[in-house]
């Protein structure tokens, strides 16, 4: 996984359009978030922070241990102030919440959906 990210320079050209997509969406009244494949967030995060800047809970579901663990912590020092949960499993067996939520963010799943999903 390391590798991924250290060859990518997706999370550059992303962030670097999110006051672009900030300004288009208007995403501010979003309250609750959930991120299915989050990783250790290095999309997520800064697309919270800066289009979602009043979000209240997040919860991300991501099945890799070392990745849901990187989550955990940089949304402890990025997002201190949002009740977070890491879900550490599939979302095929993810327990979704029993409330709806605002907007869930599915930055890393669509490419590893085929047919039957």
């Not at 997040?58 to 990025?78: G, H």
Request: aromatic share 6%; proline share 5%; charged share 20%.
């Amino acid at each position: 996984m390391d590798s991924w990210y250290d060859h990518a320079d997706e999370v550059d050209i992303v962030t670097a359009s999110l006051n672009e997509v900030r300004t288009t969406l208007h995403l501010e009244d979003v309250k609750s978030c959930v991120a299915v494949g989050s990783g250790h967030g290095s999309i997520e995060l800064p697309f919270l922070q800066l289009c979602m800047p009043n979000v209240l809970e997040f919860t991300a579901v991501e099945p890799d241990l070392e990745s849901a663990a990187a989550m955990s912590k940089n949304l402890a020092e990025r997002l201190p102030n949002v009740v977070s949960v890491v879900c550490q499993e599939m979302v095929q067996q993810w327990r979704d919440p029993d409330q709806p939520v605002d907007a869930v963010l599915l930055f890393h799943v669509l490419y590893y959906l085929n047919a039957q999903h």
